[in-house]
């Protein structure tokens, strides 16, 4: 088989919206600067932190560029810190202390980045969002399985309504990640076009080491870079002035249903495809939806959406919009270039859209004037590079020529 | 290449086995074939028609059609061709019916130019699939991402202007293009018909 232009266009979207690998090692890097941070001789937390390890989207490797006006690259990460259980009794408590002690006192590393959310604490660099959520074990069911705990839930402003919320996102993370798809054909050459963006992001930013080469780096699934565009695919959706009061639906949601829900056939466009529609129908419903944690029930992974008052609106907004996307991806896959991009550029923003066609030209050599392209007259296609699909042995490099032009005159 | 002309059959052969193209019809003075080209992802249904020497016996004369390039169309879908996009784009724009506006694959009298001792399946139909690509990039980018040249000598490409310079340097003999090279054809072809009349003529006499 040819590599197929929609199929390499979306990879390139995708892969400029993945968090860079040296990036990630970055992340790596200022976690563990944090963790040593919090064990400081005249912090809250000193010998209270047992553990503290990531969640949600780069524990599966899904972590996407945030939008922002300026188009510069930042990303969020998400930690889990667990706590000794005697810093505190109330959520607000096990908040407060991690929040005392990352911030620190005046002058210090993190005073002046640091900000506490209703339940996570966040430390605020230019190119990163670092969430941590404080965790507590206590009950017997949390000793019994692996890294299941609480979770505090306490605005500062309301705290009558704090509460303890039910947590294993890390056996949730393990679940996603043994139910992705191991397509090898896929990641193998997916990690090479990761590889040339990290390569150019490297370019960008000098201060940034190179990443070691990481094996679960290289192997990301082709159902998990289709996650990420149905994630890039929302975030421009959402960022509609109509929509601004409305909440996303939480992408943990979108990530467990993406991996049980999975094709794996190694085509980028028929992933998106399959998954925009299962998860579609799965919010086509005119019954409120709840999603749990498959290896903690407890954790009701849906939570805190639907808002209460909107329920089954907010569901069906979800589902429409993702209909929508499979429409579009199919219909894109028998259009021109042109009317590809204006497509893609509604879909996943027009920055992203023009920077993914540019990289597809030169990958491809199609932004040269150049008569050696090979092209495979058995199925009339241009022979594509192919970072998705291995290139043809059907191709023919045809004698050069000059194109020219006139009038019919016969 | 081989420089012995290729049969129409051996010719449908290669295209079959090779290619999307099948023969639709085979005329004494033209043959047709038809096939699917896909550059990237939109589909085009293609026509290539290949003209043959031939010579028709009238009461007063012979009518001698000498062979002309092959005609190349897009049959599905309309391009929706404007004499501009014709022009940037290289189609011989027909006046007529833009629908028809056969492709100009390579330049009539520089360079390259198809003949029949060369299989349709390695030439003509990897020229097509080149063109129809440059195309989808040119509606995007507005360039043309093939080596070009035009009739009135505008948008050259960097390549031919270094082949002309070098031909320069070498003080050879320059080719004269006519402006309406087409028209240059169609009188060459009266102008045959019209020896071969007298040539005839002396003949019966």
Known sequence: MTANTTDELLSDISARIQLPPSMHNVAVERYGTVAKYLERENSPLKDKVIEIYTQGSIAIGATIKSMNDKDDDLYDIDLIAEIDPSVGNTPDDFLDALYRSIKGERGSRYYDCTERQTRCVTIQYKDMHVDITPMIRVSHEHQTIARAGKISHADPQKLQEQDFVENNSAGLSAHINESMPDVQAFSKRYAVLTEQYDHRFLEKRAEIQPAPEQEDLASKSVTTVALQLIKRYMQIAWSAPDRKDFRKPPTVVLSLLAAENALGNGSLADEVIHLSKRIAETFDSNQPLTVCNPTYPKDILTDRWPEQDRLVEDQKMLSDDLYALARDIELISQLSLKDKKDILTKLFGEKLTERAYENFYERNNLNTKQDTRAVVPKTGAIALVGITKPSNSNEVTPPKKTSWGGFDED | ?205
Not at chain 2, 14 to 19: A, G, M, S, V, W
Not at chain 2, 24 to 42: A, H, M, N, Q
Not at chain 2, 90 to 104: A, D, G, I, T
Not at chain 2, 167 to 192: C, G
């Open chain 2, 1 to 205: 290449m081989d420089l012995t002309r290729i049969s129409i059959e051996e010719q449908t052969r290669r295209l079959h086995r090779e290619t999307t193209f099948r023969l639709v019809s085979d005329l004494p003075w033209k043959t047709t074939w038809k096939g699917e080209i896909t550059p990237f992802d939109r589909d085009y249904t293609i026509s290539i028609t290949l003209y043959h020497s031939h010579r028709i016996n009238l009461k007063n004369g012979i009518i001698v059609n000498p062979p002309r390039n092959p005609r190349v169309i897009v049959e599905h879908p309309d391009l929706k061709l404007t004499v501009q996009d014709s022009l940037d784009a290289h189609f011989y724009f027909n006046r007529e019916n833009p629908r028809l506006s056969p492709l100009c694959l390579y330049h009539p009298v520089e360079g390259l130019q198809w003949s029949d001792d060369m299989p349709m399946s390695e030439t003509l139909v990897p020229w097509i699939i080149q063109h129809l690509g440059a195309y989808e990039i040119w509606q995007d980018t507005g360039t043309w991402n093939l080596p070009e040249k035009h009739p009135d000598g505008s948008k050259d490409s960097e390549e031919t202007e270094k082949d002309e310079k070098k031909e320069k340097s070498k003080d050879t003999k320059k080719t004269i293009i006519p402006k309406n090279h087409s028209l240059f054809y169609t009188a060459s072809r009266i102008a045959i018909v019209e020896i071969l009349f007298q040539y005839e003529q002396s003949q019966t006499t």
